[in-house]
């Protein structure tokens, strides 16, 4: 618990620092192509984080060599290629920076994943949750006259350094270790790949397409906003975290039970501490006025209650994700974040260049309400696990239905 509220304490304090330090337009671009590293960085990394963990959790394991192919080589060509493209395609973008960024946030997801299969639990979970956040606001702190491809560069540097200490805790402790294994097996899945692109496309799709056309300090108050509301669903990737090797090994038995025992524990993991941010957020909303005044085009509260109702609706459905991706209902996760995304453009068709910080959140929440939902009844349907945190509530904490 204690690191879950360090994490939490540590992303909240990098957000408002850099938007004070750097100013809310400057934070604002930075929040965008921050959003858009993340999104290529996950589409260079074909799905590694998620093939990691699943492969290294369900008892088979993965050769070393295949390890380094999906967690450092594939990624980097592919980064290669799409440096390339970017620059052909849209050359006023920093696609160095961009491409550095996301190689490199998909390094540290790879290697949170090997040292999560070797029993490390908060090492591995500072490490995806908190290092990229801390490395960024290193480098905002260090080179904030450098702009924002400065930052970006020196960002992935610093995580950079953060993987050089990751490689050298895990190497020893996989000798030995259920994660190897000495025959090839098949592990690459282009519908985890898919899930993974489009779950950070639907993360930052507000940010990088709303933010065309948002003014830029109206696009960094709302990032900050989204940032505050990020804080409520940050116990949604704790509990995907948890509670997902149990996930993956439950299923790899064949236990339904064990299966519907694991989900619930990742709702629990996430409900609590979700709704007691949720308070602690709504708590701040009578001060908003006072720090943003009617910057964002609405009232700031109004914007940011929105975001937090949205927040809130993935804390009730936090195991949805986890356990599609891992049961194998890829590509129904896939199909509901490909809904998500599609009701966010059609949204962003609709209103074009009238639209608000607040039409934009009203938008991107609807879209997130309505993919979580369709795949939280995909999943009742076809494993009979309610992934829902009402499984909580209602007292029937791991019930699985048998017909």
């Known amino acids: 618990m204690g690191l879950r509220i360090g994490i939490v304490g540590v992303n909240f304090l990098v957000m408002l620092g850099l938007a004070a330090w750097l100013g809310l337009e400057a934070f604002g671009r ?5 959003g858009t590293g993340l999104v290529v960085g996950t589409l260079v990394s074909v799905g590694g984080p998620v093939i990691l963990l699943r492969v290294l959790t369900d008892g088979r394991g993965l050769r070393r060599a295949d390890i380094f192919r ?3 080589l594939y990624p980097a060509m592919l980064a290669l290629v ?3 493209f970017g620059a052909l395609i849209w050359p006023a973008l920093p696609w160095l920076a961009i491409m550095s960024v ?3 946030v998909n390094l540290l997801g790879c290697l949170a994943s090997i040292m999560r299969a070797l029993g490390s639990v908060h090492l591995s979970m500072a490490l995806r949750d908190a290092g990229p956040q801390v490395a960024l606001g290193v480098a905002g702190l260090v080179l904030p006259e450098a702009g924002v491809a400065g930052i970006l560069l020196l960002c992935a540097l610093v995580m950079a350094g953060f993987a050089t200490v990751g490689v050298l805790w895990a190497i020893p402790r996989m000798q030995g270790a259920q994660v190897l294994a000495r025959r090839y097996r098949p592990y690459l899945s282009l519908s985890l790949w898919a899930t993974s692109v489009t779950g950070m496309v639907v993360a930052q799709i507000d940010l990088i397409v709303g933010g065309a056309v948002i003014s830029g300090e109206a696009l960094g108050v709302y990032a900050v906003l989204r940032r505050v509301a990020n804080l409520v669903a940050l116990p949604v990737s704790v509990a995907t975290w948890v509670s997902g090797p149990a996930v993956s090994a439950a299923k790899g038995a064949g236990d339904m039970a064990a299966l519907a025992r694991a989900s619930a524990q990742g709702s629990q993991i996430a409900a609590w501490p979700g709704l007691a941010l949720f308070g602690m957020a709504v708590l701040a909303l009578p001060v908003l006025p006072y720090l943003f005044a009617q910057t964002v085009g609405a ?3 109004l914007v940011l209650v929105v975001l937090l109702l949205g927040a809130l609706g993935q804390v009730v459905l936090a195991s949805s994700f986890t356990v599609a991706t891992l049961c194998g209902l890829q590509r129904c996760a896939l199909a509901a974040r490909l809904l998500m995304t599609g ?3 059609a949204w962003f068709a609709w209103w074009g260049a009238e639209l608000t910080a607040l ?4 938008g991107y929440v609807g879209a997130l309400s309505l993919g979580g939902f369709a795949l939280w009844w995909a999943v009742w349907r076809k494993l009979g696990i309610d992934t829902s945190a009402t499984v909580l509530w209602r007292g029937k904490e791991g019930q699985w239905r048998t017909s």
């Open 30 to 34: 930075l929040a965008a192509l921050w």
């Open 70 to 72: 999906v967690a450092v």
């Open 82 to 84: 799409a440096w390339g």
């Open 102 to 104: 996301g190689f490199c």
């Open 299 to 301: 009232a700031p509260g």
């Open 343 to 345: 009701l966010y453009l």
């Open 359 to 362: 039409t934009n959140a009203l």
